[in-house]
């Protein structure tokens, strides 16, 4: 079964040749070596590149162990290159190489490489490769499947689809799998065996039991305010841990430099600055996220939140939490202020959008609910609620812009 992840496909057509090593990161198991090595190669031969002109080499696996070596895996190269004409350099799991930064340099000299590497999130991050290739380094974020992705190859409705879209996620290989126990049992054993054990081993960290429980609370609070010092609250009121309030910040880190989690911060739209703390947290994968709490926590609405959260990074949004504080006025007369929340402060170049995410609007009162943060800001950018009903798609008399949620993740309509 091929999933064409054309989006990525695109994003590495765009890279090509602008003399920089293109860098595909992301989550483990999210198929970065599957783009590389097959949809990519298959589209250098489309295009009529020579297949003598595509070297690939891996650096996992017994039998390639002696390309970790970059000095062998340099002269296998160079041995490839026949002629001034272009060639592409597809190099995997190039963190197991040592050194392999030098590699990489030493090609890039050459004008007539055009080099690509992936590498596994538990050592090759993403801050690691702009600290060492800055301005020679371009990166690719792979995210798991997005919905529409997961509708490609999923065989049943939209509705059955979306159910099982929110449980497990889409990692392409869980994806695949026949059943929901099979589904499961994948993902808890991925997410205790390889990511959880890929951070306690880079980190050299001894209290375990802590990371994980820390990973509960974060997977309990998708979708909430939560800070530090909340964190430690909890830990305090349900575990005899010592804990200190340092050591969850360090975790924290952990986890959004292995792609586990990410952070969405809180931004004062009026007042046009962010707010330090608290912040939202996001799994890259939902499924791994109800992996994590042993698919107890299943509710659609946070998880909904996520999807839309996930779905917006991979178009390309840089996405902020929003608050807005209105005045309303008593019954006795006297003002009050009151701070509302919009869920989502999605930012592409000039563009802004504001977005709100609710899984039903059963009556007026739910609608001026959703809308009241929208109505408070005062300013002419896109104001939409992304809505799980089936509902038609209409602008308001206020002009926000209700939108079905199938609509929004399987036909990409624009905002308009």
Known sequence: ??????????????????????????IRRSGKSYLLFQLFRKELLAQGVPEDHII?????????????????AYDAIMQQIKDDSDYYVLLDEVQMMKQFEELLNSLLHRENIDTYVTGSNSKFLSKDVITE???????????????QEFMQVYDGDVYQGWREYFTYGGLPRAVTLKTENQKALYL??????????????????????E????LQVTASTIGALTNPSKIL??????????ISINTIQKYLEYLEDAFLIQHARRYDIKGRKYIGSPLKYYFEDVGLRNACLGFRQVEETHLMENILYNELRYRGYSVDVGTVKKQ??????????????????ANLGSRRIYIQSALRMIDDEKRAQEKASLLALKDSF???????????????????????????????????
Do not use: W
């Open 233 to 242: 609250a909890t830990f305090q009121s349900k575990t005899k841990s010592t």
């Open 211 to 214: 990371l994980d429980e820390l």
């Open 188 to 209: 808890a054993r991925l997410f205790h065996e390889t990511y959880l054990r890929d951070i306690i081993e880079r980190h050299h960290i001894e209290k375990t039991e």
């Open 328 to 345: 309303e006025r008593k019954e006795d007369g006297r003002l009050t202020t009151r701070t509302l929340e919009v869920d989502f402060v």
């Open 133 to 147: 290739f800055r301005g020679r380094g371009d990166e690719v974020h792979i995210y798991p499947l997005t919905f």
């Open 382 to 416: 896109q104001k939409v609620i992304l809505v799980r009903d089936i509902v038609p798609n209409y602008h308001d008399n206020d002009g926000v812009l209700t939108m079905n949620l199938f609509d929004f993740l399987l036909h990409r309509k624009p905002f308009v």
């Open 56 to 72: 690939c080499l891996s650096m996992d696996g017994l039998e390639n162990q002696k390309y970790r070596d970059p000095f062998v």
């Open 1 to 26: 079964m091929e999933i064409p992840r054309e989006h990525y496909l695109q994003e590495l057509r765009d890279r090509m040749h602008n003399g920089m090593v293109k860098i595909i990161t992301g």
